[in-house]
């Protein structure tokens, strides 16, 4: 029979494993090399925008006219363009605007996406079914598209730039979000948090947000690199960043089209700058979407 | 109602109606249904699933799911005051602070990105208006008092880092923290393990004293009723069909539902019996109940009156309530060892057959 063992039932601690962010960084670069070397990348990228006066060799926008157009050399690494400006120079300031317009965008859009979409998740029904029509209406135009006519329309300043490039991100990252959002809502501690008596902002921000912490991180990366991209792209058609600043967009238009035969090293620096950025951005993004892939299930 | 007790409760539920929509019509969750908790005291709400427990306490915190759900009627007066009439911003003051609610899953009732302290003080801080270090300290009280030992380490940790029994723990310490008056614990140990199920029971009875709090217990358990409940509620298809203490209703039940629930729980201090007595039947679809009482079609004792007329919850002696039309002839509970079901025949003749096969 069974009385011959008494069984001793212990509540089991579980036990305490929080590994420290070095060991998950490590572990993340053993795992997925390629997103590692997206990161490197990135890193990189950062610390060249951030030291850019210390390390670029000329002033970027100083105009030199006795080294108009001079090729790749001792003296201009990159080569210079037709006002004589140096490309390397450019090309590390230009660093600096496509973090800034490429972070802000990609942060600013996916952040007000996130909570679009949570709070869409949360309260059902008719709000969330209109909130959704309308992001389907914008998710219909193609990226580049309703960027170019929210510049048209607030005019090409940074911060204007930055606003018009979130207004086709938001959508995107908040239908990406609501789907997750829609598990988390079905969670009792959600309903435990309004039988606590919070208000519905702080359960929509301090409850369920960090729940979805993990697609928002997907979206974000993601974002990044179409961000960098989007900005050249405005700046190319003349609506983004404007001349005199240095934005690799920009150098790949004007003289850079005129002298594309005689001067290709103009606009094949900046070109190579975007691609790669781009791509480390991207790689970035995957590997962390795969590593945060089964967290995606919320639970 | 003809049961209506002094007005003098802390929660005094009249007439409650709470109704759903879906598409297979209108379904009457909670069909006028009047009960009340003193001040102080452990009530209990027994039924089967989906007979309305539940829907009971999520329209006391006014959390029935819009727009499907609505309380189409009724009032729900705490401390005098009606819920259902409060503006969405008082209600939000109540919940937490004067009403508590302890859930039946304790592994997802807990948010699992947030850190248990902050959990714990999060209402204290909305509610009560307590610094980040007067939260911290009286975090570290309720956990104290609900038995979880180094507290101080405990308020860094995750949700994921406890047990159940201790996630029920937790869920109860947040449910103290802002000092209720009243505890709605829906199913609070359902999902526990047996031997948990008691401790966190016992904890409760005795932290309900300690604070003053009145408690209602949500549960199907009937042993949970017997041991800790001072009153209870017996409820089928959104009605109540039996009422009175829990000695009333544990030795002397008088709705046939109520026997047949004590009749299907075994137990040990009696001979063993070869199978339970569970009760024939399903509960009755809540779009379609009949016309006369709900429990007819499952009954073994109902009479031709009892498919006709739905019958009303009246007193078969003192506070004891019951709403059948038989209550006075229904046998004692000792007395019924071989069950005269509807279809009696059946159980021994498959009993018989398989006894011969074997």
Sequence with gaps: MTTTTDIAIVEAEAPERRRGWLDVVLDFCRRRPLGAIGAAIVVLMILVALTAPM?????????????????????????????????????????????????????????????????????????????????????????????????????????????????????????????????????????????????????????????????????????????????????????????????????????????????????LFPGLAISLAVFAFNLFGDSLRDALDPKLRTG | MNDRVSSGALLDVRDLRTEFTTGGGVVRAVDGVSWDVRAGETVALVGESGCGKSVSALSIMGLVARPAGRVAGGQILFKGRDLLELPEDDMRRIRGREIAMVFQEPMTSLNPVLTVGRQITEACEIHLGHTEAQARARAIEVL??????????????????????????????????????????????????????????????????????????????????????????????????????????????????????????????????????????????????????????????????????????QSVGGSHLSACWVAQDLPQRSALSPQPSGDGEEIPSSRAQRGISR
């Design chain 1, 55 to 267: 390390i670029a060799p000329y002033d970027p926008l100083a105009i030199d006219f006795a080294a108009m157009l001079a090729p790749p050399g001792a003296d201009h690494w990159l080569g210079t363009d037709a006002y004589g400006r140096d490309v390397l120079s450019r090309i590390i300031y230009g660093s600096q605007t496509a973090l800034i317009v490429g972070f802000g965008a990609a942060f600013v859009g996916s952040t007000a996406g996130a909570v679009l979409g949570v709070g869409s998740a949360y309260f059902g029904g008719r709000v969330d079914l209109i909130v959704q029509r309308f992001m389907d209406i914008f998710i219909s135009f193609p990226l580049i598209i309703l960027a170019l006519a929210m510049v048209a329309i607030l005019g090409n300043t940074l911060p204007n730039l930055i606003i018009a490039m979130t207004a086709p991100m938001v959508p995107r990252c908040a239908l990406v979000i609501r789907s997750s959002a829609l598990s988390v809502r079905e969670m009792p501690y959600v309903d435990a948090a309004r039988a606590a008596g919070f208000s519905h902002a702080r359960i929509i921000l301090r409850h369920m947000l960090p729940n979805v912490m993990a697609p928002y991180l997907i979206m974000l990366t993601s974002f990044l690199g179409q961000a960098i991209l989007l900005e050249a792209s405005l700046s190319f058609l003349g609506l983004g960043v404007q001349e005199p600043t240095a934005a690799w967009g920009l150098m790949l238009r004007g003289a850079a089209v005129e002298f594309a035969e005689t001067a290709p090293w103009m606009a």
């Design chain 2, 144 to 313: 104290r008092l609900v038995g979880i030992p180094d507290a101080e380490r405990r308020l860094r940790q995750y949700p994921h880092q406890f047990s159940g029994g201790m996630r029920q723990r937790l869920m109860i310490a947040i449910a103290l923290s802002c000092s209720p008056d009243l505890i709605l614990a829906d199913e609070p140990t359902t999902a526990l393990d047996v031997t948990i199920q008691a401790q966190i029971l016992d904890l409760m009875k005795e932290l309900s004293r300690s604070f003053g709090a009145a408690t209602l217990i949500i549960t199907h358990n009937l042993g949970v009723v017997a041991r800790y409940a001072d009153r209870v509620n017996v409820m089928y298809a959104g009605r109540i069909v039996e009422r009175g203490t829990a000695r009333e209703i544990y030795a002397n039940p008088r709705h046939p539902y109520t026997l047949g629930l004590l009749r299907s729980v075994p137990r040990l201090d009696e001979p063993k019996r070869e199978r339970l007595d569970p009760i024939q039947g399903q509960p009755p679809d809540l779009t379609r109940l009949p016309r006369g009482c709900a429990f007819a079609p499952r009954c073994a004792f109902a009479i031709e009156r009892c498919r006709a007329e739905a019958p009303p919850l």
